[in-house]
């Protein structure tokens, strides 16, 4: 499995601007498509961005199209989530994933990181 670590979370008032990242550990990264989730209080976690292993083809929820860019650098082992015009819904536990086992969007991934707290203020 890959290991993964998100950094860049934080608090920022609403319209602001915040870029996750996600570093992989492991050799194999580039072969796995990428996606990044987020779990509010109480509620489930949901999925909000993913990449195909070679980065052409991204898919993203309708909450944040638009607003949201995912990315990644295989030479670095890492992905990206660019978050602008964040909304205090936007508000969440971010986490990115590795592997899916089923369609990008479920959350049957097969490795997982910690997760980084993303607070937007109104």
């Known amino acids: 499995q890959v290991q993964l670590v998100e950094s860049g979370g934080g608090l920022v008032q609403a319209g602001g601007s915040l870029r996750l990242s996600c570093a992989a550990s492991?050799?194999?990264?580039?072969?796995?498509?990428m996606g990044w989730f987020r779990q509010a209080p109480g509620k489930e976690r949901e999925f909000v961005a993913a990449?195909?292993?070679?980065?052409?083809?991204?898919f993203y929820a309708d909450s944040v199209k638009g607003r949201f860019t995912i990315s990644r650098d295989n030479a670095k082992n890492t992905v990206y989530l660019q978050m602008n015009s964040l909304k205090p819904e936007d508000t969440a536990v971010y986490y990115c994933?590795?592997?899916?086992?089923?369609?990008?969007?479920?959350?049957?991934?097969?490795?997982w990181g910690q997760g980084t707290q993303v607070t937007v203020s109104s």
């Open positions: 994933a590795a592997d899916p086992r089923g369609t990008v969007y479920s959350n049957n991934y097969a490795s």
């Open positions: 492991g050799r194999t990264f580039r072969n796995y498509p």
């Open positions: 990449i195909t292993w070679s980065g052409g083809v991204t």
